[in-house]
């Protein structure tokens, strides 16, 4: 593989938990329950859309006005969660394994649906290992739509078929597939079933397989 694009939360950093808690407060706020299981549904969902399935889970219609003030509020808790993230949280073997690829003198992208993802990354000290990075700000669909992806290849001068895809979320496997990139999967086999590969973490990933996936 030539080109190595990995999601943000979730493969990098579980920011999942604090998506969770900034969209249940909120969600609590406009009396619409909001449980663990619904959360799973909006990894790598956008902001956007996020908040759209919330209200149909919840029956409620708003105005336009009323959206932009919810989508803020969401914001605004969720970086108040993230300000005070540090590199102790970068999920088990992720840096190890970015310094292998760096080593191997491969590109790094990042493909993420986050518009916080540069803060992110900034706040965890990884930014330095990113040739590219793509994300929420720079797309105009959102994954299982694979334009995120197929920027992040053509940033780093990249072939599809010569990329891997590091994702946690079902609509981000069903994104890098439809690129005809290679799909690893970071987390449960039964939920990620469409990825090539997946994996628990990083650190689960046997060192010939990333040797493999480095020379294939
Ligand atoms: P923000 P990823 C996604 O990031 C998250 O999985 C998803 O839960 C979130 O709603 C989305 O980013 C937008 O995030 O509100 O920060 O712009 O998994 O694609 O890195
Ligand atoms: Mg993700």
Redesign the pocket.
Known sequence: MNGFIF?????IVD??KY?YLAWKNLANSIDIEFTELQNEE??????VK?LEKILAWGNKTISETEFEALMKKK?EE?LNYISTMTSSEILPGVQAFLETIKEANKPIALG??????RYILDRVELRPYFDAIVD?NDVSTA?PNPEVFIKAAQTINCQAKECVVFE??VS?IQAANTAQMYAVGIGEQHILFEAQIVFNDFKSMPSNFITELIKK
């Open positions: 999601d943000l939360d979730g493969v920011t999942a998506h909006l990894k790598g969902v956008s902001r996020s914001n969720y993420s649906a986050s518009k916080n993802a929420g994954k946690d979320s981000g």
